[in-house]
């Protein structure tokens, strides 16, 4: 082969060396860049799925706290009510009732002094007796308002049935005092049990 056929040769090998150079190049790239595409949206996605943990995290905590403070409310309210009324049993029968001989007296006079002033109105330990009273059924209430779990807790601890008549008066008004510690042993006993329920309740879905 002359030279000049030699050199034609040659030239024609390289142009097709140079091309499948080319295409190896572009077929690398082109993964290359796939990857790099599929990085991107993977980074995305755990981007988004962070962001959607933090804020089920956050929403979490949030409701946690409040659940955690609802309980509090509750158990504060229980434990103003429940120590008026200890006070009010250690009024009726200070040291006790078995420091008391019941079979001598009856004690009703005794029983109204502490509930009520001679003019019939409230005594001191009576307002604040009803008044705690009230603030437990109320917080109980209130806390209906945003927990739906308490929707089946009936608020109250007293009986509503009182005949018309004044809801201290017609349970606390001259009766024996017996009979008015003994009711008061009952409501103390409401309030735990109504406690221990609306707690159970806040806490079911936390």
């Given amino acids: 082969m002359s030279a000049k056929g030699i050199l034609i040769a040659f030239v024609i090998v390289s142009l097709l060396l140079i091309g499948m150079m080319f ?3 572009d077929v ?3 993964p290359v860049q ?7 949206t993977t980074e995305r996605q755990k981007k988004r799925a962070q962001a959607l943990k933090d804020s089920l995290k956050s929403k979490v905590s949030s409701t946690t706290n409040n659940v955690a403070l609802s ?3 509750i158990n504060a309210a229980a434990k103003d009510i ?8 250690e009024s009726l029968f200070p040291g006790g009732l078995a420091a008391h001989d019941l079979k001598t007296s009856d004690r009703v006079a005794e029983n109204n002094t502490v509930f009520f002033k001679e003019n019939g109105e409230y005594s001191e330990q009576s ?3 009803v008044g705690r009273l009230d603030a437990f059924e109320n917080v109980i209430r209130n806390l209906q308002k ?3 779990t308490l929707a089946n807790i009936t608020p109250e601890v007293r009986n509503p049935h009182t005949g018309n008549t004044d809801w201290l008066n017609y349970n606390f008004k001259d009766f024996p005092a017996v009979a008015s510690y003994s009711r008061l042993k009952s409501l103390a006993e409401a309030i735990r ?3 221990e329920e609306a707690t159970a309740a806040l806490l079911k879905n936390k």
């Fill in 23 to 25: 295409l190896v190049v």
């Fill in 28 to 30: 690398r790239n082109n």
């Fill in 34 to 40: 796939d990857n790099q595409s599929i990085t991107n």
């Fill in 71 to 73: 309980v509090e409310a």
């Fill in 82 to 89: 429940l120590e008026i009324i200890t006070e009010l049993e």
């Fill in 127 to 129: 307002i604040r007796f």
């Fill in 146 to 148: 945003t927990h739906p």
């Fill in 193 to 195: 049990t109504k406690k």
